[in-house]
């Protein structure tokens, strides 16, 4: 059974610094990884998509690398912002299931 | 619609009673799936609609759960006899097609509370 893995479990940062949020999985047979943040009540929201034969996704202030063999991603976030706060949640895909990592809550102090 | 719609967002319910929860995916999204999201944890599958195939359910914790898509187009996950470990939030999801190389546009949950 795939195992993601998310550390830390809560960040907490002063506006203006870069966030690094790790991912492990256990099954480096993926279709691709998915970043996604998730406000409080609120559903999920697709960041990045990395399909398996991909290195990095980039959008914006937000960088997002996969390797594979190793069962690691990893997700940048450059210049944080109050407006980032929320969780980040990692999810691989085998055939079409989604594994879900518990999220790593950040927190960005103006 | 614009986005995947579930209601209803918040239910309350005694343990025993029968819940529906339901969800309406992207018009014309082929593929629907279910979570089930428990505080502090990240979503775990629960059930799998490619059209109104339900092609697979392994992630259905009892018997008590029930998901139906008779349509095509709209689900309803049903909990039988609630109990306190139900209580989450249960999310639904659609896209394209199952593949994994479409994204997946998720609700914005239906969250149980079974007392």
């Known amino acids: 059974k795939q195992e993601v893995t998310q550390i830390p479990a809560a960040l907490s940062v002063p506006e203006g610094e870069n966030l690094v949020l790790n991912c492990s999985f256990t099954d480096s047979a993926i279709y691709n990884l998915q970043w996604f943040r998730q406000d409080p009540g609120k559903g999920l929201t697709s960041l990045l998509l990395?399909?398996?034969?991909?290195r990095e996704q980039t959008s914006g202030r937000l960088n997002a690398s996969l390797d594979k063999s190793s069962g690691r991603s990893t997700l940048y976030i450059a210049a944080s912002q109050p407006g980032d706060s929320a969780t980040y949640l990692c999810a691989v895909t085998n055939d079409y299931k989604l594994s879900f990592g518990a999220g790593t809550t950040v927190t960005v102090r103006a | 619609g614009a986005g995947v719609s579930q209601s209803p967002r918040y239910k309350v319910a005694k343990r025993g009673q029968d819940v529906a929860l339901r969800c309406d995916p992207i018009?014309?999204?082929?593929?629907l799936f279910w979570y089930q999201q428990a505080l502090g944890q990240g979503p775990e599958f629960l059930t799998y609609?490619?059209?109104?195939?339900?092609?697979?359910k392994s992630g259905l914790p009892s018997d008590r759960f029930f998901a139906e898509r008779p349509e095509g187009s709209v689900s309803t996950l049903k909990i039988q006899r609630t109990q306190q470990e139900d209580s989450a939030v249960y999310l639904c999801a659609s896209s394209l097609d199952g593949s994994g190389a479409n994204v997946l546009t998720f609700g914005a949950g239906s969250r149980l509370t079974v007392l």
């Open positions: 609609f490619q059209n109104e195939a339900q092609l697979d």
């Open positions: 018009s014309g999204h082929v593929s």
């Open positions: 990395i399909q398996s034969s991909q």
